[in-house]
């Protein structure tokens, strides 16, 4: 059942990949950079967990459960079937690619111990920055490459990308990078870079936005959990620097 339930992951992922570059070569001009970014990310999800990399698992659950939070908006709307669909088969993906049987291909397979030789609770601090990452940098480039993004939003962005590509090769400078990136994020979303950016997600190219407003700069914010999940471990180094 494991690689049925891996299979049926990777369709999903697929078909979102797909679904956001439609939107982005169909939908708003305005709105390409955001949708082919979403694309991208969804893409390397896709790829990271087709190609069994140690932390394809993680990050592809990561980026399921930024959809699930999307089911929250079910609760002011009703029962929208777009929404409900949206939602519920990225919970399917998170769930699918849960049990020990699904880790032994990723993060507790022969080749990760091997190539990598991690602590166990190196995996485990990898995992919650991985997942937290996954989570919550589709919010971010909502929220960086929105209609119109200043200069501070593609900073933002600029610091994200980078953080993730350091986070993913076990970089400490890559949960500061990303850190950094949340900090701009949470400066916009308290007004204190300017007026509040207003994002919003579409799920086709022709339809209306499923989540609109200015509360993507305060969910972009929430990339400080990358950081924040480092953050016993880098404190505990810097105090054996000492």
């Not at 390409?32 to 970014?37: H, V």
């Not at 790829?47 to 980026?63: D, P, S, T, Y």
């Not at 990452?133 to 610091?159: E, H, K, M, N, V």
Request: net charge positive; with cysteine; hydrophobic share 60%.
């Amino acid at each position: 059942m494991v690689g049925l339930r891996r299979a049926l992951a990777l369709l999903l992922l697929g078909f979102y990949v797909t679904q956001f570059a439609m939107t982005a070569w169909l939908g708003p001009d305005e709105m390409y950079p955001a949708y082919l970014g979403l694309a991208l990310c969804y893409g390397l999800a896709f790829i990271a967990l087709g190609a069994e990399w140690f932390w394809g698992r993680w990050f592809a659950m990561g980026v399921g459960n930024f959809g699930s939070l999307i089911l929250l908006v079910l609760f002011k709307v009703g029962l929208e079937p777009m929404i409900a669909f949206f939602g519920f088969t990225h919970l399917a993906i998170s769930v699918m690619l849960l049990g020990e049987g699904m880790a032994a291909r990723y993060e507790h397979s022969e080749a990760t111990a091997e190539r990598w030789n991690f602590q166990e609770e190196s995996l485990l601090l990898m995992r919650r920055a991985t997942l937290s990452a996954g989570s919550t940098i589709p919010f971010l480039i909502l929220y960086a490459l929105a209609p119109r993004p200043d200069a501070l939003q593609l900073a933002a962005f600029a610091a994200g990308a980078v953080g993730l590509w350091g986070l993913l090769r076990g970089r400490t400078w890559g949960a500061l990078a990303l850190g950094g990136a949340g900090l701009t994020a949470l400066a916009h979303a308290l007004g204190l870079l300017g007026p509040v950016p207003v994002g919003y997600l579409l799920l086709t190219p022709t339809g209306g936005p499923i989540v609109y407003g200015q509360a993507f700069a305060l969910l972009a914010a929430m990339v400080l959990l990358v950081p924040m999940a480092l953050a016993p471990a880098m404190i505990r180094f810097a105090r054996q620097r000492r």
